[in-house]
């Protein structure tokens, strides 16, 4: 059997919350990947208390920024088809979109694969949510030392 647990750093992004309509995003920047050459997004989300629809839904973005030159993000810019595994994100950056009851109560994966140092995330919802609970975990993979530091 392989070692797996050595490999990897699992990193909280947003811890389990309930999101409910007029909070603010739930937005988490500079995700620092130095060190990795793989990152795994893992948004579990649990079931909406209204109905989910075209006018009520919740979104998940994706964002990306080179190193600045002093180890600090410079600018984000939106994920690209070819920086992402599983998904297809929309133009800004939204890789995924809960906007049907068959959709909530599920655990979705997306695997980054651009080439940028930093990541920002960014959970919003849309319309009269009654709440839905959800959690963003990211794990770093292929470290450049073994084993890696949780």
Do not use: Q
């Amino acid at each position: 059997m392989k070692d797996l647990y050595n490999n990897l750093e699992v990193v909280s992004i947003i811890d389990p919350v309930t999101v409910t309509n007029g909070g603010a995003p739930a937005a988490v920047a500079d995700i620092d990947l130095a060190g990795f050459n793989s990152a795994l997004i893992v948004y579990s989300v649990g079931t909406e208390a209204g109905t989910l629809s075209a006018t009520l839904y919740h979104t998940l973005k994706l964002e990306h920024a080179d190193d600045d030159g002093t180890g600090s993000a410079g600018d984000y810019s939106a994920v690209a088809a070819a920086d992402v595994l599983g998904v297809t994100p929309s133009s800004t950056g939204i890789i995924f979109t809960i906007d049907d009851p068959a959709k909530d109560n599920a655990v979705y994966k997306c695997g980054y694969v651009g080439g940028k140092r930093f990541l920002k995330i960014t959970a919003a919802e849309e319309g009269a949510t009654s709440g839905c609970p959800i959690s963003v975990v990211l794990i770093k993979g292929h470290g450049l030392d073994v084993p890696a530091i949780s």
